[in-house]
């Protein structure tokens, strides 16, 4: 078959057209952004064509996607309409695969990236799998029998999917341009949980806690309720470890290079499915240490005697976790955050949560929110300058001044946000070159 993919060089659009691929279709796709993107790189080795323009053909037996932040008044969306091609929508198309295999879906409002990575570290040179990885990561082997994939609760995608198994690693008010309140994020949850054979679930989550299972459901965590519990967490500079036991009987101890408690816990996930898959515990002791997160999870770059970190946080929790994970690792330093807001919707509901998690840090910068889907019209009025106006010393910035954060250097400066934070990284690290 024949896919066109519109919104190509988004993380989740991106791995969908590698993946598609993979299964021998032709691929190709059109985006806006003409600047170079992380999520490329897959598509690049692939030779799948990239255009910016609709002046190129499209063959009449092509099946179109798109990513939403596409509306139906965009260029390319109305040349498709106008085409008469077969369009489907990405989560269904996505659905359509995990049809194929004995697939694993990880989801939860934070913490499905990584999870998603840990069982790709742990399967691909034990039992193999295919894999769907929101950080613009896919591949597709028809010979694996096994596909794990991140699966987003965003605009209830994760609902066309098909679930052997579903792991759930906490559940949180997210998107709420999407969803009422938190009861309506739960029963979505417990839709898409009950569509799976069986459940992996954070049972330390009392949101989790509220769903009404009518499926096997492994429950992990501290307290001693649950089926797998972790006791004796080491939170350390040079990363975490923690003994597991499945009720009284002790497994071992494990260790991995990943900060902050919540790593611990999206470990233990991995863990508990990649023994139920036969990997043996010895394996996973094995591997652990070598893994490297996905892309844009607390990436780091050093430069002199400063320390970039570039993190894909963009929930008030998730800047919360993240910045307490680079405490741990690096106690001693300065910490710097440069927050990029995303969506008006998110920033308007969070807006006194943001204050409290970015304080964490011992400076403070946030640039104007960046929203490729949503009209600023259609929400409470919200700016960046009210968030600034709760943090003590805290500045506003944006790509051609980010060069003032440069007077922070010598410490920790993480930069966060979902949109793209490349500019500001890139800009920011021009600075400290011209400084050194």
């Known amino acids: 078959m024949k896919y066109y993919c519109i919104g190509i060089k988004g993380s989740g659009m991106s791995t969908l057209a590698q993946m598609l691929y993979d299964m021998g279709n032709e691929v190709s796709g059109y985006d806006d952004a003409k600047d170079y993107k992380f999520t490329q790189k897959g598509l690049e080795e692939r030779g799948i064509k990239i255009f910016y323009d609709g002046n190129h053909s499209i063959d009449k037996d092509t099946v179109v996607t798109a990513s939403r932040a596409f509306s139906d008044d965009h260029p390319e969306i109305k040349r498709i309409k106008e085409l008469g091609?077969?369009?489907?929508?990405?989560?269904?198309?996505?659905?359509?695969?995990?049809?194929?295999?004995?697939?694993?879906?990880i989801s939860g409002t934070h913490g499905k990236t990584t999870t998603t990575s840990l069982l790709k570290h742990l399967f691909t040179d034990t039992i193999g799998c295919n894999y769907f990885i929101g950080d613009g990561t896919g591949h597709i082997d028809m010979k694996n029998k096994l596909l794990i994939i991140e699966s987003d609760e965003f605009n209830r995608h994760f609902?066309?999917?098909?679930?052997?198994?579903?792991?759930?690693?906490?559940?949180?008010?997210?998107?709420?341009?999407?969803?009422?309140?938190?009861?309506?994020?739960?029963?979505?949850?417990?839709?898409?949980?009950?569509?799976?054979?069986?459940?992996?679930?954070?049972?330390?989550?009392?949101?989790?806690?509220?769903?009404?299972?009518?499926?096997?459901?492994?429950?992990y965590g501290e307290d001693k309720s649950n089926?797998?519990?972790?006791?004796?967490?080491?939170?350390?500079?040079?990363?975490?470890?923690?003994?597991?036991y499945k009720k009284d009987e002790f497994i071992d101890t494990f260790t991995v290079p990943l900060y902050g408690h919540h790593m611990v816990m999206n470990t233990v996930s991995a863990i508990i499915e990649a023994l139920n898959e036969g990997v043996s515990k010895e394996k996973i002791k094995e591997l652990l240490p070598?893994?490297?997160?996905?892309?844009?999870?607390?990436?780091?770059?050093?430069?002199?005697?400063?320390?970039?970190?570039?993190?894909?946080?963009?929930?008030?929790?998730?800047?919360?976790?993240?910045l307490e994970a680079i405490r741990q690792k690096y106690p001693d330093k300065k910490l710097t955050v440069v927050f990029r807001p995303n969506t008006y919707s998110r920033t308007s509901h969070f807006?006194?949560?943001f204050a409290e998690a970015l304080s964490i840090a011992?400076?403070?910068?946030?640039?104007?929110?960046?929203?490729?889907?949503?009209?600023?019209?259609?929400?409470?009025?919200?700016?960046?300058?009210?968030?600034?106006?709760?943090?003590?010393?805290?500045?506003?910035?944006?790509?051609?001044?980010?060069?003032r954060v440069a007077k922070d250097k010598d410490g920790v400066v993480a930069f966060m946000g979902c949109a793209t934070v490349s500019h500001l990284i890139e800009n920011f690290t021009k600075a400290l070159e011209n400084i050194e």
């Open 85 to 105: 091609l077969t369009f489907k929508p990405y989560n269904e198309v996505v659905g359509e695969i995990t049809r194929e295999f004995n697939t694993i879906s």
């Open 159 to 219: 609902l066309a999917y098909h679930p052997t198994t579903a792991i759930i690693t906490c559940i949180e008010l997210e998107h709420t341009e999407i969803y009422k309140d938190l009861e309506d994020t739960i029963k979505t949850f417990e839709k898409f949980a009950n569509k799976a054979r069986k459940v992996i679930a954070n049972g330390d989550d009392e949101n989790i806690r509220k769903i009404n299972f009518n499926n096997e459901v492994i429950f």
């Open 227 to 244: 089926d797998y519990i972790i006791k004796n967490i080491k939170l350390e500079t040079t990363g975490s470890s923690f003994d597991l």
């Open 290 to 322: 070598s893994f490297k997160n996905a892309n844009r999870r607390f990436a780091e770059t050093i430069i002199g005697n400063t320390i970039i970190v570039d993190d894909y946080a963009h929930h008030p929790t998730e800047i919360k976790v993240t």
């Open 351 to 353: 807006k006194n949560e």
């Open 362 to 403: 011992d400076k403070v910068y946030l640039t104007p929110i960046k929203c490729d889907r949503e009209n600023p019209r259609d929400f409470p009025p919200i700016k960046s300058e009210d968030i600034i106006e709760l943090i003590p010393g805290s500045e506003l910035i944006d790509d051609d001044t980010v060069n």
